[in-house]
């Protein structure tokens, strides 16, 4: 059936089973679920193969109501073409120069998402302030996961005209200090939001320099990164030569030589260029750190 502008699909399954694979439209979503007898389950999936609700499954013979199932989504109810691709350990005072003091043994997985912000938007390219906006609206709708968690975007926001004393880069530098002090306090890993990446976490080095500090980064490593999203029939990075614009990757890091600017990464040429905050337009392919403890 059709709903607005989307496309509702609903199925019906019945039997015994635990662990039950619904395929649609050559996408794939799993349920997890207990183990059921004569039952009917009702999953309604919108066309990007994400369930977006799961009716409460009902016993088909003598139904009473201390038999009624109530199920959830659970993390593998979302299409594999959502989950975030790794891309290698990093320390982590080399992803921005507010983290300079951290000490080398704080080490996280840079996490990559499996498409950029504006497929989960409206599809197009971005200026920075549109799209720091548009991360902080990613939630559990949007289905991106990994190593069983929902990744939501992070609540990072970039300073007025009127106002200098913070940055975006400087508010998720803190977010993954936080997350550095927390993952060494429980003893085991912890994963952030999403964010847009910094220079370091994009292109691999630190301002007016193309000298590379940090090896696992985006850039470098966008073969693996998009054999790993052609493998899981995600979208991979834009990298061919003609493709401008399509090709251009924001970074949160500014401009040294003006705040209104911030660099982005140009993937067919392998360079860095500043564009304006409000004014010029680029992708994000959002970001998230596995940090692990000390």
Known sequence: MKQGNDRITVCALSGEFKGLTL??????????????VGVDALAITDD???????????QQAEPKNDNIIKSTPTLDSFHPANAMVPVGEIMINAVSTYLSDLPDTAIAELLVAPRDTAYFFDGRAGSFFKDIDRIRR????????????????MSLYDYPEWDRTFSYEK?????????????????????????IGTK?????????????TLDNNIRSRVGDINTALNAQDSHPIVTESGLTAASLQMT??????????????????????PIHKGMHEALSRPIALLVYPS
Request: proline share 2%; glycine share 8%; net charge positive.
């Open 48 to 58: 990007k193969g994400n369930v977006i609700k799961l009716v409460p499954l009902k």
């Open 200 to 212: 370091q976490i994009v292109h691999g080095c630190a301002n007016n320099t193309r000298i590379v």
């Open 171 to 195: 508010m998720l530098a803190d977010k993954f200090r936080d997350a550095f002090v927390q993952a060494s306090r429980v003893g085991k890993p912890v994963l952030t939001g999403l964010a």
């Open 252 to 273: 949160c890091t500014e401009n040294s030589f003006g705040t209104a600017d911030v660099y982005a990464v140009q993937f067919d040429e392998d360079y860095a260029r």
């Open 23 to 36: 395929k649609r439209c050559g996408n794939i979503a799993t349920l997890v679920v207990s183990s059921l």
């Open 138 to 153: 990613i939630d559990e709708k949007h289905g991106i996961h990994y190593a069983g968690q929902v990744l939501k975007g």
